[in-house]
Protein backbone atom coordinates (compact mmCIF):
# COMPACT_ATOMS: atom_id res chain seq x y z
CA UNK A 1 0.00 0.00 0.00
CA UNK A 2 1.23 3.27 -0.88
CA UNK A 3 2.20 5.37 2.30
CA UNK A 4 0.44 8.43 0.92
CA UNK A 5 -3.31 8.37 -0.04
CA UNK A 6 -3.91 10.34 -3.62
CA UNK A 7 -5.58 12.94 -1.88
CA UNK A 8 -2.39 13.87 0.00
CA UNK A 9 -0.89 13.36 -2.98
CA UNK A 10 -3.23 15.54 -4.95
CA UNK A 11 -3.24 18.64 -2.64
CA UNK A 12 0.77 18.43 -2.41
CA UNK A 13 1.21 18.73 -6.15
CA UNK A 14 -1.29 21.23 -6.44
CA UNK A 15 -2.26 22.90 -3.01
CA UNK A 16 -5.06 25.14 -2.91
CA UNK A 17 -5.22 28.39 -1.33
CA UNK A 18 -1.53 29.38 -1.52
CA UNK A 19 -0.21 32.49 -1.31
CA UNK A 20 -0.53 35.90 1.14
CA UNK A 21 -3.73 38.18 1.69
CA UNK A 22 -2.71 41.78 2.01
CA UNK A 23 -3.60 43.32 4.97
CA UNK A 24 -5.18 40.27 6.46
CA UNK A 25 -8.07 40.62 8.80
CA UNK A 26 -6.54 37.88 10.94
CA UNK A 27 -2.90 36.19 10.43
CA UNK A 28 -1.59 33.00 12.12
CA UNK A 29 1.64 31.37 12.55
CA UNK A 30 3.06 28.60 14.31
CA UNK A 31 6.12 25.82 13.55
CA UNK A 32 7.13 22.82 14.92
CA UNK A 33 10.30 23.22 16.98
CA UNK A 34 11.64 19.74 15.84
CA UNK A 35 11.26 19.19 12.77
CA UNK A 36 11.49 23.51 12.11
CA UNK A 37 8.51 23.51 9.55
CA UNK A 38 6.35 26.67 10.01
CA UNK A 39 2.95 27.37 8.83
CA UNK A 40 1.39 30.62 8.12
CA UNK A 41 -2.51 31.14 7.60
CA UNK A 42 -4.26 34.37 6.23
CA UNK A 43 -7.35 35.35 6.86
CA UNK A 44 -10.18 37.32 5.32
CA UNK A 45 -12.84 37.91 7.37
CA UNK A 46 -16.76 39.44 6.66
CA UNK A 47 -19.41 39.33 9.28
CA UNK A 48 -17.74 36.09 10.82
CA UNK A 49 -17.87 34.67 8.17
CA UNK A 50 -13.86 33.35 6.19
CA UNK A 51 -14.60 34.76 2.70
CA UNK A 52 -11.12 34.20 1.92
CA UNK A 53 -7.89 32.52 3.45
CA UNK A 54 -4.27 31.62 1.81
CA UNK A 55 -1.57 29.93 3.39
CA UNK A 56 2.62 29.67 2.93
CA UNK A 57 3.59 26.57 4.63
CA UNK A 58 7.62 25.78 4.68
CA UNK A 59 7.63 22.13 5.57
CA UNK A 60 6.65 18.76 4.51
CA UNK A 61 4.58 17.09 1.68
CA UNK A 62 2.20 16.21 4.58
CA UNK A 63 1.96 19.95 6.16
CA UNK A 64 1.42 21.54 2.42
CA UNK A 65 -1.20 18.90 1.79
CA UNK A 66 -2.84 19.48 5.34
CA UNK A 67 -2.43 23.60 4.78
CA UNK A 68 -4.16 23.01 1.51
CA UNK A 69 -6.87 20.38 2.70
CA UNK A 70 -7.59 23.02 5.98
CA UNK A 71 -7.92 26.14 4.15
CA UNK A 72 -10.67 24.08 1.63
CA UNK A 73 -12.44 23.39 4.95
CA UNK A 74 -12.83 26.09 6.44
CA UNK A 75 -13.44 28.44 3.38
CA UNK A 76 -16.83 30.01 3.15
CA UNK A 77 -17.35 28.79 6.97
CA UNK A 78 -18.39 31.13 10.10
CA UNK A 79 -15.36 31.37 12.39
CA UNK A 80 -17.11 29.20 14.74
CA UNK A 81 -16.41 26.03 12.76
CA UNK A 82 -13.38 26.85 11.99
CA UNK A 83 -12.29 27.11 15.90
CA UNK A 84 -13.85 23.56 15.64
CA UNK A 85 -11.67 22.40 13.03
CA UNK A 86 -9.87 19.21 14.29
CA UNK A 87 -6.19 18.10 13.01
CA UNK A 88 -8.16 14.64 13.25
CA UNK A 89 -10.98 15.91 10.77
CA UNK A 90 -8.07 17.21 8.49
CA UNK A 91 -6.10 13.85 8.49
CA UNK A 92 -9.72 12.03 7.84
CA UNK A 93 -10.47 14.16 4.80
CA UNK A 94 -7.02 13.50 3.46
CA UNK A 95 -8.10 10.14 3.46
CA UNK A 96 -5.48 9.60 6.03
CA UNK A 97 -1.88 10.33 6.90
CA UNK A 98 1.37 8.24 8.20
CA UNK A 99 1.24 7.92 12.27
CA UNK A 100 4.31 9.71 12.44
CA UNK A 101 3.12 12.38 9.68
CA UNK A 102 -0.42 12.80 11.81
CA UNK A 103 1.58 16.31 13.84
CA UNK A 104 1.56 17.89 10.19
CA UNK A 105 -1.43 18.72 10.67
CA UNK A 106 -1.69 19.77 14.16
CA UNK A 107 0.23 22.75 12.48
CA UNK A 108 -2.96 23.35 10.42
CA UNK A 109 -5.54 22.95 13.33
CA UNK A 110 -3.16 25.47 15.07
CA UNK A 111 -2.23 27.98 12.08
CA UNK A 112 -5.94 28.44 12.11
CA UNK A 113 -6.76 28.83 15.66
CA UNK A 114 -3.71 31.18 15.47
CA UNK A 115 -5.74 33.49 12.81
CA UNK A 116 -8.59 33.63 14.05
CA UNK A 117 -7.27 34.48 17.72
CA UNK A 118 -5.04 37.36 15.87
CA UNK A 119 -8.06 38.56 14.24
CA UNK A 120 -10.06 38.78 17.93
CA UNK A 121 -7.09 40.83 19.16
CA UNK A 122 -7.10 43.17 16.19
CA UNK A 123 -10.71 43.78 16.46
CA UNK A 124 -11.08 44.43 20.16
CA UNK A 125 -13.30 41.07 20.19
CA UNK A 126 -13.89 39.36 23.51
CA UNK A 127 -13.51 35.31 23.44
CA UNK A 128 -12.74 32.77 25.78
CA UNK A 129 -9.05 31.69 26.03
CA UNK A 130 -10.26 27.85 26.53
CA UNK A 131 -11.11 28.28 23.18
CA UNK A 132 -7.47 28.15 22.32
CA UNK A 133 -5.86 25.29 24.55
CA UNK A 134 -2.66 25.02 22.31
CA UNK A 135 -1.88 28.67 22.61
CA UNK A 136 1.52 28.09 23.96
CA UNK A 137 2.58 26.82 20.54
CA UNK A 138 1.10 29.18 18.71
CA UNK A 139 3.72 31.84 18.24
CA UNK A 140 0.67 34.49 19.13
CA UNK A 141 2.54 35.95 22.26
CA UNK A 142 5.70 35.54 21.52
CA UNK A 143 5.90 39.11 20.26
CA UNK A 144 4.28 40.15 23.70
CA UNK A 145 6.69 37.46 25.78
CA UNK A 146 10.60 38.91 26.54
CA UNK A 147 11.48 35.16 27.57
CA UNK A 148 13.02 33.93 23.98
FE1 LIG B 1 7.41 19.02 9.99
FE2 LIG B 1 5.66 17.55 8.70
S1 LIG B 1 7.68 16.97 9.25
S2 LIG B 1 5.33 19.44 9.65
Request: charged share 25%.
Amino acid sequence: MALYSDIVMDHFRNPRNVGVIENADGVGEVGNAKCGDIMKIYLRIEDDIITDVKFETFGCGSAIASSSMATEMIKGKPLSEALALTNKAVAEALDGLPAHKLHCSVLAEEAIKSAVRDYYDKHGIAYDVKQFPDCEHCGHCDSQCDCH
